[in-house]
């Protein structure tokens, strides 16, 4: 897997975003919850609208709006559709979200903090984003149990634990399989290609894809419409 970022300060148009499509296995986006130019009710349908309303926290409410909204943003410039409430979304069997008519276009959805991360993809991608933080080892230990997890947890510094989180969370996402049903299991990733990176040291990604060898443009967006890109720094782990 080559991952690569947009250019610092750049913009993204609509012309843009077409190319990077065409040129890219996967696009991952990441976008800061504090953006509230993104809040846009009027991307949502009157189903999503109705779901928004049983969600019982503001955090879970902007969460939704946040993703929905820039998804469709993206996928209207992908598709070349004349307004954003031409993409119709919905949720799958196994809670993957879909485009409507355009299931040859894989999304998966992560939250951390206050970031969310969305990829948009020509092939099945799982990715998982947690922020860098100290783990509450006693709750933890609650849903783990093999010796390797047990080694790592009493270890001071929980960046291997958060390594390994994330990419069994990744995993699951890509093999639609629940969390709780890898947690002791060994995942196999013979034939997948995986990366983990660290975002501004405060996130890990871990990304899992079905092939070797693909191009994947990461984007971490600023406030406002054109979409633009601040600076993002990124290093392998």
Not at 55 to 82: A, C, D, G, P, W
Not at 148 to 160: A, K, Y
Not at 185 to 196: A, S, W
């Amino acid at each position: 897997m080559h991952i690569k970022t947009v250019e610092s300060s750049a913009t993204l148009s609509s012309l843009s975003i077409h190319k990077l499509w065409n040129k890219n296995e996967a696009l991952i986006f990441f976008i800061d919850l504090e953006i509230h130019e993104q809040l846009r009710l009027s991307d949502l349908t009157n189903d999503e609208k109705e779901y928004l309303n049983t969600l019982k926290t503001e955090y879970f409410r902007k969460r939704f709006i946040v993703s929905r909204s820039l998804l469709k943003t993206v996928l209207q410039h992908i598709l070349k559709k004349r307004s954003s409430s031409d993409i119709s979304l919905y949720q799958n069997n196994e809670g993957r979200v879909c485009v409507k008519n355009h299931e040859e276009i894989y999304i998966c959805i992560s939250y951390s903090e206050n970031l969310v991360a969305i990829s948009l993809s020509k092939q099945k991608i799982g990715i998982d984003i947690e922020h860098i933080r100290q783990i509450d080892l006693k709750t933890f230990s609650k849903y783990v149990h093999n010796k390797r997890f047990e080694r790592d947890m009493l270890q001071e510094d929980n960046i291997d634990l958060l390594k390994e989180w994330t990419l069994k969370e990744a995993y699951c996402k890509l093999t639609d399989q629940s969390m709780l049903a890898c947690l002791n299991k060994e995942i196999v990733l013979d034939g997948l290609d995986h990366h983990q990176l660290s975002i501004n040291d405060k996130y890990i990604l871990s990304v899992v894809l079905t092939s070797k060898s693909n191009e994947v443009n990461i984007c971490h967006l600023q406030k406002g419409y054109p979409i633009k890109i601040e600076k993002l720094l990124l290093k392998s782990l």
